[in-house]
């Protein structure tokens, strides 16, 4: 088996965030529906190269942090006291690590769009390079300024703006933390302190929507890049598969994607018995990593007995919702001797796209019959598969 070397992350967070002027660290200011911080820690630890993380926070949020990483699942995250410099809070979490860490990545817990292939890039790049900055080239001229007076317009050509994460041997960065403790030196990243000891640095070329959190306008930049391209900022592909399976039954209504369909029997079942919808929710769960239909309302709770399914898939759709998983697309074929679909294709796409909130064309159904074979074919009952495909951002 090959051997896979893995990555340490520190995650300076323990800042006041003066130039953003709110009244709390912008850290814990709420982006996207959670506290930026924990999307920041997220993007690392949903990484496969990612081996653990430690994050430097404020003495006073210690534990409001312990509390929201557990809650969040991130209960591998490791706390350390941050100092009162960036650098010192960085240097506390290198020293947090185990001495036997080969890679290290340092990036801001205010950069929360990173992605996972700037990751990726950034930890290629290390392995090779051993010291590496993310970032971009600067897009406007930048001038060198002295009381008001341009004293100097370097070449843009040369100009990049570092961002994080920034990655280096682990023995590499905490040498020249220490170097620059001994002699007092601050800087305002990680590469010039490597740099200070004369190593070469390497530019990785990262993203523009990595920006830092700053000022408060950064916030809506932020939230202009989430709300555009949720899966573009981190957020991996999912995907999900349902099945269901129910009876033909006298004296009971046939609903279908949430319509009713004239027909001379209906379907038998301890809620409305709406087959798509129970297996679009099945795929919609799977995509989410979050079971089954069975496990969220089970056939034995009466309170589910004749439940209208399309409201059961809002309460499906609110758990992807709290997970902040977005649905792309969904395919259904509905496998059923008779009655005859097609009239209702249209009433069926038009229900569902509303309640999943997409065009009609991302929702897609088909109805096949099996030829007389098997329990559909004999006319005992109907079969449902659905599939669908999710954004996590
Ligand atoms: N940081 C830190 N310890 C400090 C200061 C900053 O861990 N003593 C962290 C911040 O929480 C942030 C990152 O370093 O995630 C980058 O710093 P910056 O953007 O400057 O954040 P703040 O220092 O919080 O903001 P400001 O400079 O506006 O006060
Ligand atoms: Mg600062």
């Not at 004296?251 to 319509?259: A, E, K, N, S, V």
């Amino acid at each position: 088996m090959v051997h896979m070397e893995r990555l340490a992350v520190v995650i300076p967070a323990a800042g006041v965030g003066s130039r953003m002027h709110a009244q709390t660290n912008k850290a814990l200011l709420n982006l996207g529906g959670e506290p930026m911080v924990l999307r920041t820690v997220r993007q690392f630890w949903q990484h496969r190269a990612v081996q653990g993380i430690v994050l430097a926070v404020r003495q006073d949020e210690m534990l409001v942090l312990r509390e929201l990483l557990d809650a969040a699942g991130l209960t591998t995250v490791q706390l350390c006291v941050g100092g009162s410099t960036r650098q010192e809070s960085v240097h506390n979490g290198l020293q947090a690590l185990p001495a036997s860490t080969r890679w290290v990545a340092v990036h801001d817990a205010a950069r929360p769009l990173v992605d996972a292939a700037t990751i990726s890039e950034g930890f290629t790049a290390v392995q090779r390079w051993g010291a590496v900055g993310v970032g971009v080239p600067v897009k406007d001229t930048i001038k060198v300024v002295e009381t008001g007076v341009i004293k100097e317009t370097p070449d843009r050509t040369r100009l990049w703006q570092v961002q994080t994460p920034q990655l280096f041997a682990y023995d590499l960065l905490l040498r020249a933390h220490e170097a620059a403790a001994a002699t007092g030196w601050q800087g305002t990243d990680d590469c010039s302190l490597v740099e200070r000891l004369g190593e070469p640095v390497y530019m990785v070329t990262g993203r523009y929507t990595n920006i830092k959190i700053t000022t408060p306008e950064d916030m809506l930049v932020a939230q202009a890049l989430l709300a555009a391209a949720p899966a573009q900022n981190g957020g991996s592909a999912l995907v999900g598969f349902g099945y269901d399976v129910h009876a033909f039954a006298e004296d009971r209504p046939l609903i279908l994607c949430g319509t009713v369909i004239p027909h001379t029997v209906g379907l038998a079942g301890h809620s409305d018995a709406d087959v798509a919808v129970h297996a679009l929710m099945d795929a919609l769960l799977g995509a989410a990593g979050l079971g089954d239909i069975g496990r969220h309302f089970p056939d034995t709770d009466a309170a589910y007995a004749g439940a209208d399914s399309m409201e059961l898939l809002n309460q499906v759709l609110q758990l992807l919702a709290r997970e902040r998983i977005t649905v792309n697309n969904v395919d259904i074929t509905i496998a059923a001797q008779a009655p005859k679909l097609a009239p209702f294709m249209g009433a069926m796409q038009e229900r569902l796209a509303g309640a999943l909130s997409l065009p009609p064309q991302r929702v897609n159904i088909k109805a096949t019959t099996t030829e007389k074979l098997g329990f559909v074919g004999r006319r005992e009952g109907m079969a449902a598969y659905a599939a669908v495909s999710c954004s996590a951002g």
